[in-house]
C-alpha cells in the first residue's frame, strides 16, 4: 500500500496506523511522503492500539478457557506488518529514536523483515541509534537500508583525523559523548519516548552471537585512541576521519544485523520442517 499525500495530518495518520494493523496489512510504503517525526509517531501509535485493544476483550471465564488459548496464539501481534517503507521522508533524529523504540519491542515488531530508511535526514547520531537498536533488541529484520542520509554539506565538511595521543576538539567531543549517551540508553533497554525500560519479560531472549561491548562506539572510540586494532573499518577512522570512519564502523554492524537474523531465522525455519 503506497501512501497518498492526503492521509498526512495527526488524526489521518493515527486512524491509519489502526486501519493497517485491523486489515492485517503487511506492507505499506511512505517513501517520497512529506511524513514528518511527529506524524510517524501518530502512525505506530495507531498500529500499536490494536496491540493493546487485543487483549482487552478476552473472556477470562474458565468456560472459555479453549477460546482464550487460541486467542493467545492468534491475536497476540495486533497487526502482520512485514515491510515498513521511509526512504526520503524528513524523518530526522526524532524520527530515529521512533524507529529505534519501535524495532526494539520484541512484540510490535515481531512480523517486521524489512524496513527502508534512506534519504530520511537521520545523520550519524540518528543511524547510530536505529543501528544499535537493531543489533541488540531486532531479531526479525532481513533487510535495513539506511542510504545517503547525510546532506552534501556533511559530506564535504572536513573530518578530524584521530591520532595516538591527539587531541579531539570540543565540537567533536560533544557530538560522540552524545553517541555514547543514545548507546548506553539503548543498551539498558529504555525507551526515548517513555524514559522507561521496554517490557521484554514475556519474551526468552534469543542467542546474541554479536559482541556488543566490542561493537560499541565507547570501544571503537578507545581504540582509535590507543592506537590497538588493525579492522580496516578502524584504519579508515584514523585515515579519512573520526565521522567518515564511524559511518564504515555502522554499515559493517548493519550487514552482521541482517546475517545473524537471516542465520536465526533458517535454523528456525529447518527445526519446524524437523
Known sequence: MNVADSVQGPDNL????????????????????????????????????????????????????????????????????????????????????????????????????????????????????????????????????????????????????????????????NELDELIDDEQMIDQGFSFQTKTKIDRSRYRRPAFPIDRKKRSITNLLQVLTSGHGDDPYIQAARREGIRRGLRHHLSTRESEVIKRNTLMREAGQKTALQ
Open 14 to 173: 493515527r486512524r491509519l496506523g489502526k486501519a493497517v494493523a485491523r486489515s492485517k496489512l503487511e506492507v505499506i510504503s511512505f517513501n517520497t511522503n512529506p511524513l514528518s517525526a511527529d506524524g510517524l509517531r501518530e502512525f505506530l501509535s495507531g498500529l500499536s492500539e490494536v496491540d493493546e485493544d487485543s487483549t482487552s476483550d478476552v473472556d477470562t471465564s474458565r468456560t472459555h478457557a479453549r477460546s482464550r488459548w487460541r486467542h493467545s496464539i492468534t491475536q497476540t501481534k495486533g497487526h502482520c506488518l512485514k515491510q515498513l517503507h521511509l526512504s526520503s521522508c524528513p524523518l530526522g533524529l526524532d524520527g530515529a529514536r521512533l524507529i529505534a523504540d519501535f524495532i526494539s519491542h520484541p512484540e510490535r515488531s515481531a512480523n517486521l523483515n524489512v524496513l527502508t530508511l534512506n534519504d530520511c535526514e537521520l545523520g550519524l547520531r540518528g543511524l547510530n541509534i536505529v543501528t544499535r537498536a537493531a543489533e541488540i533488541w531486532n531479531f526479525t529484520l532481513l533487510i535495513m537500508e539506511t542510504h545517503l542520509n547525510f546532506s552534501v554539506a556533511t559530506e564535504l565538511d572536513p573530518y578530524q583525523r584521530i591520532m595516538p595521543g591527539q587531541g579531539i576538539s570540543p565540537e567533536l567531543q
